[in-house]
């Protein structure tokens, strides 16, 4: 199990941006595909976005496409969600989560963080 910290959610203007940390503990962050995913109130959490240990590979939402970008930095075993162009909708507890496969279905991440809230203002 990897334990996963976010941070640097908040308060946004709509169009405005905010860049998501993921601190994660243990020797085997280098080998875990990383993802987010998001839940609003009174909806199911879904899929944000995802970057693969084997090679780096990203996947996104549609609905984030262009506007948000995923990375990693092995040295400091830390993922983060650089979110642009942010609106109303992308209101939501944003989650990163781990699995150790390539697979990203939700059911496929085995350890989550605790969340961090992200609220856009129209």
């Known amino acids: 199990q990897v334990q996963l910290v976010e941070s640097g959610g908040g308060l946004v203007q709509a169009g405005g941006s905010l860049r998501l940390s993921c601190a994660a503990s243990g020797r085997t962050f280098s080998r875990r595909t990383m993802g987010w995913f998001r839940q609003a109130p009174g909806k199911e959490r879904e899929f944000v976005a995802a970057i693969r240990w084997s090679g780096g590979a990203t996947t996104y939402a549609d609905s984030v496409k262009g506007r948000f970008t995923i990375s990693r930095d092995n040295a400091k075993n830390t993922v983060y969600l650089q979110m642009n162009s942010l609106k109303p909708e992308d209101t939501a507890v944003y989650y990163c989560?781990?699995?150790?496969?390539?697979?990203?279905?939700?059911?496929?991440?085995?350890?989550w963080g605790q969340g961090t809230q992200v609220t856009v203002s129209s």
């Open positions: 989560a781990a699995t150790p496969g390539d697979y990203i279905s939700i059911g496929d991440f085995g350890s």
